[in-house]
Nanobody, 115 residues
Framework: QVQLVESGGGLVQPGGSHRLSCAAS????????MGWYRQAPGEQRELVAV???????NYADSVKGRFTISRDNAENTVHLHMNSLKPEDTAVYYC?????????WGRGIQVTVSS
């Protein structure tokens, strides 16, 4: 099983930049894809970005060109670099991994974009 711990949440001004990090521990040798989802109040959880073992990535249309996902396989960490943040990016962000054991989720971390 894999345990995930997110860090880096907080309050950010519109137009600003921020970085989320997620550290994986436990049985990390079987990790395949790593990614981030988010859930805004009253909304469904949605995929933000995913990075696969070979480095290929996918992004939600709403964050393309603004967010970048990166992965450090040696450290079993995944980062979400967020630029040009908008109030509609406000949400709880969840780290997730797909491994041979299935899908694991972090507890989530709040990002609020507001002046």
């Amino acid at each position: 099983q894999v345990q995930l711990v997110e860090s880096g949440g907080g309050l950010v001004q519109p137009g600003g930049s921020h970085r989320l990090s997620c550290a994986a521990s436990g049985v990390t040798s079987n990790i395949r894809a790593m990614g981030w989802y988010r859930q805004a109040p009253g909304e469904q959880r949605e995929l933000v970005a995913v990075v696969r073992p070979g480095g290929s990535t996918n992004y939600a249309d709403s964050v393309k060109g603004r967010f970048t996902i990166s992965r450090d396989n040696a450290e079993n960490t995944v980062h979400l670099h967020m630029n040009s943040l908008k109030p509609e990016d406000t949400a709880v962000y969840y780290c997730t991994v797909l491994s041979d054991s299935g899908i694991e989720w972090g507890r989530g971390i709040q990002v609020t974009v507001s002046s």
